[in-house]
């Protein structure tokens, strides 16, 4: 697929077939760099997490010359950047034994894969996977900072023994991490605030009992973009992983962690009918395009699925899409709105901001990239999906 | 991709990276041969709508050497079912003036394509883009049997409008169609067959108008697998297009349309860990895998992202995935079960039922095909995406 394309092969947005994905590229810069300078300050190593963005167009934008450390939710992923020369990976899912032969294969191939897990099942299996391999294969410790998902409790002492396993094993014990998953759920920013203080203290408190115990921890790890965004201290981390605040969308802004102008990836539509005694307007991007998710929903603020633009990114008063078939989106005013239902006739062309850029992005297979209100597509970055 | 694998290459599910798509051929197969009685009962012809399968080795188990033609949501569908030797397909989404040239481009390979449109600017613009091009487009004008997406509604007279623009430019006015969406919103048997009733009406009513008024109208054009499941007459209707019924999902099996037992499609997932105080058992599959398609929540049994099956596709009682993160799902058992949680130890194998085939199915690259109780790999069948 075509990367960066020459002025002569530049299409505009109207020649487009929709639906598509559009990534506006000054916005993804100004996000990156605000984030960066956000960690610089608070002296802590970004390792972006890459399950967002799913391509290396993107990664050499928002990796630093000085630091080529990435986080993947795949294998596939992390095959995929590897292939691309970002050899330093940490994979943030538990490892299970019907993956050792991945991992082990592509670190063979020279990838400085990393791996997490949380219990002493899984520790004891890699453990004797290495030695069979002889691949000393470096492994982080989840810590369940929140009790939204995985991970060993701080103060738990099933650490201490998933720890010993590991490195009396043949592993490399390199440390903790942990992911603050309720700060998702927050509405205030005094809420992520707290959060962010609890996901730190999560890791930092098992990293002192690993040490107490003789055991090594030089990684402290933790991430998501709301506590990335508002941490105030992260004394004791060594780094943050953090993916949406590349792109971020509608839930993130809906928290307070962006500006709905912020977001930096929009789905194009195509208008292809109304049904006017109903006040909707008929466009060709369904779920399909914007994804089933609907994280706004628990939110002060339901966008539905999406906030409606036009094709320069200015959002329409009170206009979202209110329901989606697999190929239909359905526009119309949000309840309550006083404003008019803007006239848009066949053919018009807008732009719809999604509620999750994970979600949305996954739905397709590269982004349109445009600079700022620029109406010219300058390049098409391929994306990755799949296992 | 490899399509049909040697037993020297079969790989057991246990061998398969997790997740990935389980496609059981002998549902796939069972269920084909119960629509096609159906509707051969009927005496009508079945256009099968290939947006939930994308995939040619499907559609082939699912096509009649008596009749090739098919349904598509998108016209990448449309290019690549074409270049796999299906000719006679129906793209059933309102076209607009910014696909016309792909159309025309796939219609001058050879292509019998024909569209769908539902107001007098569509027609009016592609009766002129037929003429320029000398492409008489076949054209179904789109009904609104129910009110819930887009059509013109059976009566209003913007019908005979849309019909005499397409008739007196370059179309080739073929006939109507509709797709009764509010069928999955049913929970009677009772409930769809009236609907089915509806949608026949609207069609045959609008047919009869456009005969009437000197029009033709040689195809008459139903289709949703509810109401294909359930119709006990079709006089008057020419065709059926359906999808969903050669898969099954959980939304389908909630509305009575096929039992839990006949879902076709499954993802296989690993279980990577457990939160024992929460019951929890999480697994690698999470809503990338399952998609964000949560149909049955407002059905009376909400299924959560799925339910949770063993190796072989049979269910444990009451436990289902209550909740999804990307690769992380979290099952546990559904509230007010009086069952006890199965023990599933770290690296179990699970197969987990979505809620709906066209959104699971989209996430994948691929299904891994087996034959009912078989636990070997006997081909995979690459799917497409995108646009």
């Known amino acids: 697929m075509q990367r960066h394309l020459e002025s002569s092969q530049r299409m505009k947005l109207d020649q487009l077939e929709t639906p598509c994905l559009v990534l506006d590229e000054v916005k993804l810069e100004a996000n990156v ?5 956000h960690l610089d300050r608070l002296g802590v190593a970004l390792r972006p997490h890459l399950k967002t ?15 080529q450390a990435i986080t993947v939710s795949t294998l596939k992923e992390a095959e995929y950047f590897f292939d691309h020369g970002i050899a330093d990976i940490l994979y943030a899912v538990g490892l299970t034994p019907n993956k050792f032969q991945h991992v082990t294969a592509l670190r063979q191939r020279g990838a400085q894969l990393s791996v997490i897990l949380d219990n002493i099942d899984a520790a004891r299996a890699l453990a004797a996977h290495a030695r069979t391999t002889q691949d000393r294969i470096p492994v982080l410790i989840e810590i369940d900072c929140d009790g939204h998902r995985s991970g060993i409790a701080p103060g738990d002492r099933a650490l201490l023994d998933v720890g010993h396993a590991l490195a009396q094993g043949a592993c490399e014990l390199r440390g903790v991490m942990t992911h603050a998953g309720n700060s998702y759920n927050q509405d205030t920013v005094d809420g992520i605030k707290a959060i962010a203080a609890q996901e730190r203290d999560a890791v930092v408190t098992s990293a002192t009992a690993l040490r107490a115990a003789g055991l090594p921890c030089p990684v402290v790890s933790v991430g998501s973009t709301p506590t990335a965004t508002f941490a105030e201290d992260l004394r004791g981390v060594s780094e943050v992983r953090a993916g949406v605040f590349m792109f971020f969308d509608l839930v993130m802004a ?11 990836i929009s789905v194009l539509a195509t208008v292809i009918g109304h049904q006017r005694e109903k006040g909707w307007i008929i466009v060709d991007a369904g779920w399909m395009a914007m994804s089933r998710d609907r994280g706004t929903m628990k939110q002060k603020v339901d966008q539905g699925y999406g906030i409606v633009c036009d094709a320069h990114a200015r959002p329409y008063t009170d206009l979202i899409m209110t329901d989606a078939n697999q190929e239909h989106g359905i526009l119309a005013l949000r309840p309550g709105a006083q ?18 850029a994970c979600a949305a992005g996954a739905q397709h297979p590269a982004y349109q990239v445009l600079r700022g209100a620029a109406d010219e597509i300058s390049a098409v970055w391929p994306r990755i999906g799949g296992w």
Do not use: E, T, W
């Open 33 to 37: 760099a605000r984030m960066r300078a």
């Open 254 to 264: 809906g928290i307070g962690v962006c500006s709905v102008d912020d977001i930096a």
């Open 339 to 356: 404003s008019a239902l803007p006239d848009l006739p066949l053919g018009s062309l807008l732009r719809i901001l999604p509620n999750h």
């Open 53 to 67: 963005a799913k391509s290396i167009d993107v990664a050499r934008r928002v990796l630093h010359p000085s630091g």
